[in-house]
């Protein structure tokens, strides 16, 4: 039970919320009004001046021409008036019979469009009773159903039609022919038409079908959970649950039939009207079927509801179409029995308290009026999109009632545990919270004491670089036990999750071999691995055995100052069992009974820098039992310990292949472990000379960009931005090698401007090196989706920065080579037939004509040394070096093929820019050979140069055989390994990776193709 509400609180609380919902729906109707326009006046509308955009769509309301009774117009031009649309024609389509609907006309609008427009625009009918052709400037664009004169063909309830169309001129006849030979009660344009660009029609008429969608996904779900429970659940509510669900379910169905029409049914026009009326009343019975159920009602006024209810639905079913609209008053009837019905049962019960009672109330009544203002749409009182919110606030006050009721079985449990939480949630919350706050201060001076080491090695005396190294291994075994700190506390509370997988436990023992070389250097230990490489494969988290191994070899090394480390394994029970030997100091007996406890250490008498504080060996006991294994340990005080751990084989056909441990060892050649090596790369290869590579980092924390700067500036030259607004700035003035982003900053995230670089710049163009607090599954998700080739976890460890940003920089040096490749690779396409066709033509002018073979000899020449030059290898080059080139080209094809081929120039005196190398060539061959010489009788081109105040236009235009739409798709898609075609998708990607916009690639079939692109000057 709740508080009891009295009449006037229950009064007040609806009016609230009838105002809230009110407001919301007003507030919807306010968003979407469409802002003055013009209106149809005599078969008129003048949109000249309106300023079209891909937001709004204008009603093209007003006097429409009409002829009654007529499909071709030009003969009946006696018979045109003006009709308003929208309406129903009633009374215009037979001036004798006023109530008539039944027939067929033509409506036509003459629509002045803005001049010079290069929109696209489109047209969209919401509803047209009941057939429709669409037609401009007198070429049908389009059908709902198919008008005809003739009655012998029935109609179907059509869904709203989107008409896309590019006027040729600033003026269109809109003509649109009608028949309605299915329902007796309305016909014609009965809702608006509306104009508008593309996009804008196209958002208008997927917004209004998402939502619809959206309200059937979230009735279906909730009735298909309704049903669920009543299927698995026992006792009490089995009727609610019954009801609820049906309810839900027809709801779903009536949204998705209604209104956009997401699914049309293969049903006549007036079973449409049939089935959706039985549906909208049957959803109001199942509905007032549920309120009975839970409140237990036995009113008499329920029981007349059920018989009129019944009778109704059966004259729906059975009353003639033409008598339809007589059944109006009944419906109207029905639904104010059952709102009487539905309010008498839900305000009593909110006045005595019922618990969830003011849920329901608040339901009927979002319920009452979504079908009010449901009636006033259907009167055309109203002219909005689809509206969702009354339909959801329905379902999330039924959610409500169902999750107060969970709530108070969940305050019970709740209130009996949380003292008993309390002490051991602020114990876990203590540890987590200090290793993190220390994580990022001790990382950092980790992080600069290394950069420090590494800049000025020279300069250090042999004293301070060991100083320095002292301070980096105190730090990071610091740094170790913050980590165990977070890994048993997360154990505790079993936060751990194991993601197993088939490793090989060599692998992973080489990979920890490899991380424990970087932790010291100053003892001599032989590190031997017995293991041979036919050994089964484990199943195991990869990261969590990492851990393990790590964890136990550095403890054996933490304890071994000279000797040997031997990992050795078996196979026992299906398991694998994995042996770690040290010939350290060992441990007493009674040590060995608490060794994996957490918080234990062994007292050697020995002092160990950062021995860390006894979690180690407590984490690597949880996470191999976590495994489903064991560990155990042997040891003797002054010869060594033995440690052994069991993990799960991997089962192949059933059985594990028993393979015997061989004695082949693995011994690390260098017998001091931890001696620094020299690294030789590539003997016999001199590298002259190394490239620093610029990289860009962007922090909003002036602190962060100081220490990652520091860090990096050895070996690359590091240019810092605060925001993202202001790299972008950076991006645009210059190349860069690497971006190194924060993910969390004001304003502009790192996702956000990864985003944003990637519109320009490709993942190997431009890598980007992600800095994140969280090392999460979907943070990374995120980055990666974004368009970020790494990330680095902060706190940042500098040898992993420096690691990563020099594998990003090495891609992108790789990537700036493959281009310089790609350059010199299109330098070859001189296609073998051109060539041999020019050496022919040169040898025939040799007998007749030998003045014009020199000039050609010597133009061919030019050609080749322009194709050549090693200015092409060059990012750019001058746009006269190419345009020497294609005229010594077109000088050659013009010789060749006569007067099948006419080259005209439109350049501007003085040229003074840059292009890439063989661009604008590429795009005149493809020109003249796709298009031009398709021709039987050849054709022209035109280069063209316009100099603006910022940049060039330069075109190439033809009137050769054109080419299709998805023909230019494919050649700007094509893929980089395809050769036809390559030569203008290399062009398009360089100069969008140059200068931020591409090629413009217009065509017509037959009448030609124009190719342009725009270079600042």
Known sequence: MTKRLSHKKIFLIVTLFTILLTSFRIGWILHYKTPEHPHAEKGVIDLSGWHFNDQTTIPLDGEWEFYPSSFQIEDNKEKRNYTQVPSNWQGNLNPNDPKQALGYGTYQLKIVLPEDSTFLYGIRLTEVTTAANVLIDDKLVAQAGKALESSEQKGFKQRPLSVLFQPENNEIELTIQVSNHDTPLEGGITKSIKIGTEKAISKESQQSKTFQMVIFAIYLFHGIYAFGLLWVGKGRYRKELFYYGFMLALAAFTNLIDDEMVVSLPISYEWYHRLLSLTFITTLFALLQFIKAYFKAKALTFRIFVIFYSILSIAYLVVPYQYYYHLAFGMMLLYFSGFYFLFSQTIPAVRKGHSGAIFILLFVTSYTLNMLWGTAGNANLTNIPYYPFDFIISIVMIAFLLLNKHMQIIQQNEEQTEQLQKADKKKNEFLANTSHELRNPLQGMISIAQTFLNDHKEALSEKNKDDLLLLVRIGQQMNFVLNDLLDITKLQESYIQLKKEKLDLRTVIFGVYDMLQHMEREKSVQFHVSIPPSFPMIFADENRLIQIVYNLLHNALKFTHDGSITIYAEQKNGMAKIYIQDTGIGMHEDMLEKVFLPYEQEDSGITSIGSGIGLGLAICKQLVELHGGEISVESKLGEGSTFSFTLPLVHEHGAVNEVAASEETFVVPDTSLFKAKPVQINQGIEITHVQRAKILIVDDDPVNRQVLSRILMAENDILTAASGKEAMDYIHSKEWDLVISDVMMPDMSGYELTTVIRQQFTISELPILLLTARNQLEDIYTGFQSGANDYVSKPVDALELQTRVKALTDLRQAVKEQLAMEAAWLQ????????????????????????????????????????????????????????????????????????????????????????????????????????????????????RILDNDTHYDIAVIDNGVGMEEKHIQQIMNISPRQASQVGIRNTNRRLKQLFGTGLTIESQIDHGTTVSFKVPK
Not at 855 to 864: K, P, R, S
């Open 828 to 943: 070859a396409q001189i296609k073998p037939h051109f060539l041999f066709n020019t050496l022919n033509m040169i040898a025939s002018l040799s007998e007749i004509d030998p003045a014009r073979m020199g000039q050609l000899l010597e133009e061919f020449g030019h050609y080749l040394r322009k194709s050549f030059d090693v200015q092409n290898i060059q990012t750019l080059v001058a746009l006269d070096h190419e345009l020497e080139l294609v005229r010594a080209y077109l000088y050659i094809e013009k010789v060749r093929f006569g007067e099948r081929l006419q080259v005209e120039w439109a350049l501007p005196e003085r040229l003074s820019t840059k292009i890439p190398p063989l661009s604008l060539q590429t795009l005149v061959e493809n020109a003249v050979n796709h298009g031009i010489l398709k021709r039987r009788e050849g054709g022209y081109i035109c280069i």
